[in-house]
């Protein structure tokens, strides 16, 4: 059976010169996470890595389009991603206190598997809200959506009050 994870960096076994590593991010890479906030994309990324003994610096630069929901209605929309990021890996089993831009390799082995890394930074790219352009969003969904969010007529006078109000009379 092959089993081989092609986002496995064997950092502790690079030489110490820069080097870069590309990745192609595509349906396969998504379908993994089952997201469904990210459905399907097409990114590339190259990472730049500088290691040394006790850790490893990666600079991550993405450069694609993630196909993510539109709040209106419902459908897949293209998201442009261009982006970079740098991290710093530890070889170490517990995070230091100050943790920020920082994730961890196996302390012993330096192995770091980089894809939830990556598909972490994709979602954060994503905006709060998320809409297709005017008019572009998929018309017979609007179309469900304005009858069902069209507000309820005018509530008609409720019988039982018009027989107290003719009690007043
Ligand atoms: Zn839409």
Same mark, same amino acid.
Request: proline share 4%; charged share 50%.
């Given at each position: 059976m092959e089993n081989h994870n092609p986002y496995l960096l064997y950092l502790k076994q690079l030489t110490d010169e820069a080097q870069t590593v590309k990745y192609h991010l595509d349906r396969e890479f998504f379908a993994k996470f089952a997201s469904d906030q990210i459905v399907d994309g097409c990114v590339d990324v190259g990472i730049d890595i500088r290691k040394n003994a006790s850790d490893a610096c990666l600079c991550l630069d993405f450069d694609g389009v993630i196909d993510i929901i539109c709040d209106r209605c419902c459908n897949t929309m293209p998201l442009h991603i261009d982006t970079k990021e740098n991290v710093v890996v530890k070889f170490q089993a517990e995070y230091p206190d100050?943790?920020?831009?920082t994730i961890l390799a196996?302390?012993?082995?330096?192995?770091?598997?980089i894809s939830d890394y990556m598909f972490e930074t994709l979602i954060l790219q994503i905006p709060i809200q998320n809409f297709h352009? +005017?008019? +572009?969003?998929?018309p017979a969904m609007i179309d469900k959506l304005k009858k069902y969010l069209k +507000?309820? +007529?005018?509530?008609?006078?409720?019988p039982r009050w018009e027989a107290l109000k003719n009690i007043n009379k």
């Open positions: 100050n943790k920020n831009d196996d302390a012993k082995t330096g192995v770091l598997d352009r +005017e008019g +572009e969003c998929n +507000e309820p +007529e005018k509530s008609r006078s409720d």
